[in-house]
């Protein structure tokens, strides 16, 4: 079956560009637009898609409270957030990322990367991008709320190997290179990924790597 993709973009222009893009793929399907945040909330409602494909500074509501509203805490829904920004620095990825986004891309990425994006983000991966988003967190993290009285004590449920793969995917390596980091197979690392996020209640390794950073367990610019 297709992938249903939105395409949520105050700028008419840049959405036909994405639809000219994403129709040339077999397996995915725009199946709507939406010009601002309010809009999006109920074309996702009224077409279900799979992923929404998420400007982030748009009128009436940005990306950053919309995402929050599709999926963020308490949201069980399937549509999953890919972000779009201009700029690799956008203070408002990150709050879009703890707001339940699945990843971010830049909107002049080449269309390959954002295909396989999409593809990425459909099967329940996040789309962390190593270098781009350690650096943004390296930038913003110091903003983020520290959430010092509940933190330690949840990081007081993993174990020691569960700590440092957390580490490691704060710092944006993928499986494969965690795996080559601490000697051990991707499986075993995949099953160490699922257990922090069991262990701490989150969606996926974007908002784990935030996690990281607001814990204090990484700290920015730190290796």
Same mark, same amino acid.
């Given at each position: 079956?297709?992938?249903?993709? &939105? ?6 222009? !840049?959405?036909?560009?994405? @639809?000219?893009?994403?129709?040339? /793929?077999?397996? $995915? %399907? ?75 891309? &830049? ?6 990367? !954002?295909?396989?994006?999409? @593809?990425?983000?459909?099967?329940? /991966?996040?789309? $962390? %991008? ?88 990484? @700290?920015?610019?730190?290796?």
């Amino acid at each position: 079956m297709a992938i249903r993709v &939105l395409l949520v973009d105050d700028q008419p222009l !840049l959405r036909t560009g994405f @639809r000219m893009i994403l129709e040339a /793929e077999q397996e $995915l %399907a725009v199946v709507g637009e939406a010009g601002d945040g309010l809009q999006a909330l109920d074309q996702v409602r009224a077409l279900q898609p799979d992923v929404v494909l998420m400007d982030i500074r748009m009128p009436r509501m940005d990306g950053v409270e919309a995402t929050r509203q599709i999926t963020g805490p308490g949201r069980d829904g399937p549509a999953k957030v890919l972000v779009l920004t201009t700029f690799d620095l956008d203070e408002y990825v990150v709050e879009a990322l703890r707001a339940g986004a699945s990843g971010f891309l &830049l909107k002049d990425a080449p269309a390959n990367e !954002l295909v396989q994006a999409i @593809r990425v983000v459909a099967a329940g /991966e996040a789309m $962390l %991008a190593p270098s781009i988003t350690r650096r943004l967190l390296d930038k913003y993290a110091g903003h983020l709320p520290s959430g010092e009285d509940s933190v330690p004590d949840a990081l007081g449920t993993l174990t020691e190997r569960e700590v440092e793969v957390l580490k490691l995917v704060a710092r944006g390596l993928s499986n494969a290179e965690i795996a080559a980091d601490l000697f051990v197979s991707e499986t075993t690392v995949k099953t160490h990924v699922g257990h922090v996020l069991t262990k701490l209640g989150l969606r996926d390794r974007v908002q784990a790597a935030v996690y990281a950073y607001e814990s204090g367990l990484v @700290r920015p610019g730190a290796q």
